[in-house]
């Protein structure tokens, strides 16, 4: 139960710029109502990891060699449009990290979009998530913030985000694909 209230207000300080406009309600009814509102209107979505890059120039070719690129993995999502043409979702998503071990996430996504949900379309935004990881409190969750990208074509678009880190620790791409599912 701690958990889920530290993602609840994670992303309720995540979002509370895009829903300041309301005032009624406080921050923490807006977020919860704009993840609850996102989860009941969105369509499901699969998640596919596609690719871990981790920064060549942070690295050691030793260190790159001993990383695992390929995150073999998967997750389950519910995203929508909302009014404004903007995308959000909710998701899950578990995949092996650099060290060949399962990590495991839970979050929330936004991106202001452009282009057209039926054809080519672009999104810039971001992501409030807790992670899980064994090289990290040995699976004690962690929140995290990160920019997130996107370009689509229909109901299949690649996504991906930054992690930033210092001299042989983050600087890491992460790419995967999602599959849109319903409208």
């Known amino acids: 139960m701690r958990y889920l209230i530290t993602l609840v207000c ?14 009624d309600a406080s921050w923490f009814e807006r977020s919860w109502n704009s993840v609850a509102e996102t989860y009941t209107k969105g369509s499901s979505e699969l998640y596919v990891p ?16 001993s990383y695992q690129e390929n995150p073999h993995g998967l997750g389950y999502g519910r995203g ?3 009014d404004k043409g903007n995308w959000s979702g909710v998701y899950a998503m578990g995949f092996q ?5 399962p990590e495991w996430m839970v979050g929330y996504s936004w991106k202001a979009m452009w282009g057209d949900p039926s054809s080519w379309h672009t999104g810039l935004g971001y992501t409030a998530f807790l992670t ?20 689509g074509y229909k109901k299949v678009s690649l ?10 620790t983050g600087n890491i791409f992460f790419f995967w694909g999602k599959w849109t599912f319903g409208d």
């Open 10 to 23: 994670l992303l309720g300080l995540a979002n509370t710029t895009v829903l300041a406009a309301e005032d």
């Open 50 to 65: 596609a690719r871990t890059y981790h920064l060549r120039s942070a690295y050691s070719r030793e260190k790159i060699d």
């Open 80 to 82: 929508h449009y909302d």
């Open 97 to 101: 990290d650099s060290h060949f071990k």
């Open 132 to 151: 899980t990881r064994a090289d990290i409190g040995r699976y004690t969750p962690v929140p995290g913030l990160l920019p997130v990208a996107s370009v």
């Open 159 to 168: 996504e991906a985000t930054y992690v930033p880190g210092a001299e042989g």
